[in-house]
């Protein structure tokens, strides 16, 4: 039993047709692609056109009602700068995600995940050192030697080092969209 790629009535779970987006083949009534993920439809339920190039043209003035007086990042042809930016800020790697270079921000938010707990795993000790000495009453003051173990565990340097590059990368990854010629 393998899956066929029939186009028409005959086609099983009813007629298909392929994704103007992907190509795959979907059901003609699809209002989403199952494969991209890509809408077929705009707000009020009108097929999207795909132009040239497989960009989405702006939609004009339609007698149905107002052009929408804004466009997203969907109608841009990907997320915008800030949005990656703004993903940045939940979790390293998530901006480069949503840019489309998923392997990419994968391993931005592994790596960042590694730095912080093998600095954590160093540094963790020295400070229930100083905790110990506050629970028995004593002021809490890192001493010399404290300090500079501190000092030279480079792995919260390779975070923070993690942290500024993922808001690069996304910088990096980001293509406004095409200008419209006057």
Same mark, same amino acid.
């Given at each position: ?12 779970? !009813? ?13 003609? !009534? ?26 989405? &043209? ?5 007698? !149905? ?12 042809? !990907?997320?915008? %700068? ?6 940045? %800020? ?23 995940? %590694? ?57 990096? %990854?980001?293509? &406004? ?6």
């Amino acid at each position: 039993m393998g899956f066929t790629t029939s186009f028409g009535p005959n086609a099983a779970g !009813g007629e298909r047709r392929p994704c103007p987006f992907c190509a795959e083949s979907i059901l003609v !009534g699809a209002k989403k692609c199952r494969y991209c993920q890509s809408m077929l439809v705009d707000g009020q339920g009108r097929p999207v056109v795909v132009g040239p190039g497989g960009q989405v &043209p702006p939609s004009d003035a339609s007698p !149905g009602g107002p052009a929408p007086s804004s466009t997203t990042g969907a109608d841009q042809g !990907g997320p915008s %700068l800030m949005s990656g930016l703004l993903a940045n %800020l939940v979790c390293p790697g998530l901006g480069s995600w949503r840019m489309g270079h998923r392997m990419r921000g994968i391993l931005i938010g592994a790596g960042m995940i %590694l730095a912080v707990l093998l600095y954590a795993q160093t540094a963790v000790p020295i400070y229930q050192k100083m905790l110990t000495q506050v629970l028995r009453g004593r002021k809490a003051v890192l001493t010399a030697e404290q300090q500079a173990e501190l000092d030279d565990i480079i792995w919260h340097k390779v975070a923070v080092g993690l942290f500024v590059y993922s808001f690069v990368d996304v910088w990096l %990854l980001y293509r &406004p969209p095409p200008r419209k010629p006057s």
